[in-house]
């Protein structure tokens, strides 16, 4: 079939949704891959490498679209790609649903097959293209860097002649993927590290990377997570016990980085003001929350703040795509694990397993209408 990988047009938007690897594999596998120009300019990858790996690079959107029966992105098409769309193609991509249900039902009237990267399964078999995970690893990997940077002291323990430098304390509030990876990256750097979550499970989890674990343990806390690993919601009176908590632990910290996201939900608020005001001067907050309103209600996306009491905080809106090439990569190589379930193993033709789970799970629109579950009922 005829693949087409588009240029990102949203704003600071560094992926790509191919690599040399996966298109060389892409084109052995007997798929036409048509990219269009400068789509990898941001992530090391200019056009020639794809030539090489057997792609055809067209002059924009339009001519790479003609004729496509699958389009691969990193962000949901915008409004006027989506007219250029074939009808009957599919789209895979990092589509935010719940950020723009109007843009779901205009693919769903265009004939679209629309298929999310955040819906893929939470299952054993998925986890190869689980775009979400892949992503949020170097999101947290990132995040401490980021933090590290603006501190502005050092982060390990350092005994010099004129005298020692003091570890630097960090706090990681939630324990998924990207949590879990800050937690590791802050400890490699030499920090003394603490962690939060809700859900029970990443107690152990966060003690075997050597951080200690911080949380109200009652009986609420026990029944905290998800069939799909998720942290619920919880209740007023367990957020107000934790947030006492939490609140003492933060004014002695020098780095606290937030990761608590809840799909379809606006992020949970982790560090209010208050806590922010108590905060050592020279200290920083970074916020991986920001797109879906922050954890940290003081956080802008794209900006840094520093508050009045000389609080650093930092809410960057993509972290993945300020490590363009890998994440890229990643991405990719999970669209490619992602392609058998799209494709006919005789003619190689674009056909979505529509009775596979996992396709069931990330199916936005088919047939004119939009499929999903979440998007109907809400």
Same mark, same amino acid.
């Given at each position: ?37 400068? /789509? ?15 792609? #055809? ?31 009957? /193609? ?113 107690? #152990? ?14 009986? #609420?806390?026990?029944?905290? #997570? ?153």
């Amino acid at each position: 079939m005829r693949i087409a990988i588009l240029k990102e047009t949203r704003d600071k938007e560094t992926r790509v949704a191919a690599s040399p690897e996966t298109v060389k594999k892409l084109v052995a596998a007997g798929h036409a891959l048509v990219i269009e120009a400068g /789509a990898g300019d941001h992530a090391a990858t200019p056009d020639s490498l794809f030539v090489s790996a057997g792609a #055809e690079i067209t002059k924009d959107a339009k001519a790479a679209l003609k004729g496509a029966e699958l389009v691969l992105k990193v962000r949901r098409p915008s409004a006027e790609e989506l007219k250029l769309v074939p009808k009957g /193609a599919g789209v895979v991509a990092f589509w935010n649903p719940h950020g723009d249900k109007a843009l779901i039902e205009e693919a769903a009237k265009a004939g679209i097959i629309a298929l999310s990267m955040e819906f893929t399964p939470r299952i054993t078999r998925a986890q190869a293209m689980d775009a979400l995970s892949s992503q949020a690893n170097l999101a947290g990997y990132r995040a401490v860097i980021e933090g590290a940077a603006l501190y502005g002291r050092g982060f390990p323990m350092m005994m010099t002649a004129a005298g020692t430098v003091a570890a630097a304390k960090c706090f990681v509030m939630g324990a998924g993927v990207a949590g879990l990876q800050a937690i590791a990256t802050a400890r490699r750097l030499g920090a003394i590290v603490t962690a939060t979550d809700v859900r029970p499970a990443s107690k #152990e989890q966060v003690a075997s990377l050597g951080a200690k674990f911080i949380a109200v343990e009652d009986d #609420e806390f026990k029944a905290a #997570e998800t069939a799909a690993g998720y942290a619920k919601p919880m209740s007023a009176e367990y957020q107000a016990k934790q947030a006492i908590l939490v609140g003492e632990h933060i004014a002695k910290q020098d780095v606290v980085i937030t990761t608590a996201l809840i799909p379809g939900r606006p992020a949970p608020v982790l560090v209010t003001p208050q806590m922010v005001a108590k905060m050592k001067p020279g200290s920083v907050v970074i916020d991986l929350a920001v797109e879906q309103g922050g954890n940290c209600p003081l956080s802008k996306a794209d900006e840094i703040v520093v508050t009045d009491n000389g609080v650093t905080i930092a809410g960057f809106a993509n972290l993945p795509g300020r490590l363009a090439a890998d994440s890229s990569a990643l991405y990719a190589k999970n669209l490619l694990n992602l392609l058998p379930l799209l494709t006919d193993e005789a003619s190689k033709g674009f056909a979505p397993h529509f009775d596979d789970d996992i396709i069931k799970g990330m199916l936005l629109t088919r047939d004119g209408a939009v499929v999903h579950p979440s998007l109907i009922s809400s």
